[in-house]
């Protein structure tokens, strides 16, 4: 079984590029250049050079201890909670800034939700020096307001998407508008494994680092680079693409991806794409994602605002469908508890989304020698008015 893209951008069955027509000179000069730029030399290095000495690579391999002996099995944590603005995404925007760069761009536009992946955007145009246009949905300007004053300070522009339910896709139909005006001048940094071809291949390329570090760091620990298990949260899935990214195809690796289930997968308020999801066109792609009979997409729903996307990136359905992956869905009850718990023994305060991983031990059986590295995806200081709320601290 094959994991990486074709050449018409499909993992399997789901990818490719289906955009309106207005958009293909975009899409084909990013599909023309992506790889040659990627593998250039000189952009390698000021890539790495940016990794290690602004976000803080390589980000430790650290064995947990106190949760191996509860778990019965040997934890290793990947601290991407320790990247410079606290999770993953920087990995991606970093690499997408100096590509944009590298095409002459002059102006930067991305959408975003929860905000993590605006200000993961911000950061690095305001490293570059390039103009930054985030679009936010009202109704997330609203609800994410420390995540506004962020891009603000980082001296990006907001736009408010004031259309449909004025939340994440109403924010990406304006951004897409913008880019079809804007072909010459402006980069989209899209912020997952998600959209058309070629962004969620140049994704998982630029996440990528996190299993190359693992690799090299499980060596010295272990005397072997490669795990039984690798476990990641799933949103778009960009964290896990780079977990998994250079295990793909080493079916010795187990891979288990969890995806949030909300207050249930039936209760009508969930993202369990895994369980809930069809085949149908999201964000350019045609992958698995929560819709009506009629093709309407349902309304995501978690407690963790970066697993709230309807769908999964069309590697992740791939890996579903061929059943390279396990999935397990995991509410918001059990990710709070895990949350609290893997706080406690362990002394890190998870990202939500990261929680919901951890939650997944309560559902798995592991040998005693078993070694399991865990996507520790981001930290909790952004989620901190949720664990207060939650747990009434
Ligand atoms: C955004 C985010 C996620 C989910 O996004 P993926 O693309 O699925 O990785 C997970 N964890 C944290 C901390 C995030 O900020």
Known sequence: ???????????????????????????????????????????????????????GRPTPLYFAERMSEKYKCKIYLKREDLCHTGAHKINNTIGQILLAKRLGKTRIIAETGAGQHGVATATVCALAGIECVIYMGAVDIKRQAP??????????????????????????????????????????????????????????????????????????????????????????????????YEYLENDNVKIISVEAAGEGIESGKSAATSVLGKVGIIHGSKTLLMQTTDGQIIEPYSISAGLDYPGVGPLHAHLLESKRAQFISITDQDAMKAGLEISKLEGII????????????????????????????????KDLNTYIEYFDL
């Open 1 to 55: 079984m094959k994991y990486s893209v074709d050449k018409e951008g499909f993992y399997g069955n789901f990818g490719g590029a289906f955009v309106p027509e207005m958009l293909f000179p975009n899409l084909e000069e990013l599909e023309k250049n992506y790889n040659n730029i990627i593998n250039d030399k000189d952009f390698k290095t000021e890539y790495n050079n940016l990794l290690k000495d602004y976000v």
């Open 147 to 244: 995540n506004v004053a962020r891009m603000k300070m980082l001296g990006a522009s907001i736009i408010s998407a004031e259309s449909g339910s004025k939340t994440l896709k109403d924010a990406t139909n304006e951004a897409i508008r913008d880019w079809i005006n804007n072909p010459l001048t402006t980069h989209y940094i899209i912020g997952s494994v998600v959209g058309p071809h070629p962004y969620p291949d140049m994704v998982a390329k630029f996440q990528s680092i996190v299993s190359k570090e693992i690799k090299t760091q499980l060596y010295e620990k272990e005397g072997t680079e490669n795990p039984d298990y690798l476990i990641a949260n799933i949103g778009g899935g960009s964290n896990a693409a780079g977990l998994y």
């Open 350 to 381: 998870p990202a939500i989304e990261t929680a919901h991983a951890f939650a997944a031990f309560n559902y798995l059986e592991f040998k005693k020698d078993d070694i399991v590295v865990v996507n520790f995806s981001g930290r909790g200081d």
